[in-house]
């Protein structure tokens, strides 16, 4: 499967950004997605993780109450919604896709397919 992410931008602290992460190639609901971010000189860190079908939903501490991870898959599209940004958002966000997720925390060697990375910068 091949990812596209889009959506990044820059936005003042307190606005948002919404995510878009679009599927071609295999069959998307067959498969659990994650987003991700990585900032300068740190580790790349899951944000978010959706299972195939949206029952199990993951989110890092951090972004509880401001980020909403949704897909539809008859649009092989999965979203990331973030609100009330923060300076400490910014970083590249990445989107991918795991054979099989399951709503557990999602380590990054469960994902198999990544997409290229969109810019989140938020200003304070």
């Known amino acids: 499967v091949q990812l596209q992410a889009s959506g990044g931008g820059l936005v003042q602290a307190g606005e948002s950004l919404r995510l878009s992460c679009a599927a071609s190639?295999?069959?998307?609901?067959?498969?659990?997605m994650g987003w991700f971010r990585q900032a300068p000189r740190k580790e790349r860190e899951p944000v978010a993780a959706i299972n195939w079908s949206g029952a199990k939903i993951y989110y890092q501490d951090s972004v509880k109450g401001r980020f909403t991870i949704s897909r539809d898959n008859a649009k092989k599209t999965v979203y990331l919604q973030m609100n009330i940004l923060k300076p400490e958002d910014t970083a590249v966000y990445y989107c991918?896709?795991?054979?099989?997720?399951?709503?557990?925390?999602?380590?990054?060697?469960?994902?198999?397919?990544w997409g290229q990375g969109t810019q989140v910068t938020v200003s304070s």
């Open positions: 190639g295999g069959t998307f609901s067959d498969y659990g």
């Open positions: 991918a896709a795991a054979a099989y997720y399951s709503g557990n925390y999602p380590r990054k060697d469960y994902f198999g397919w």
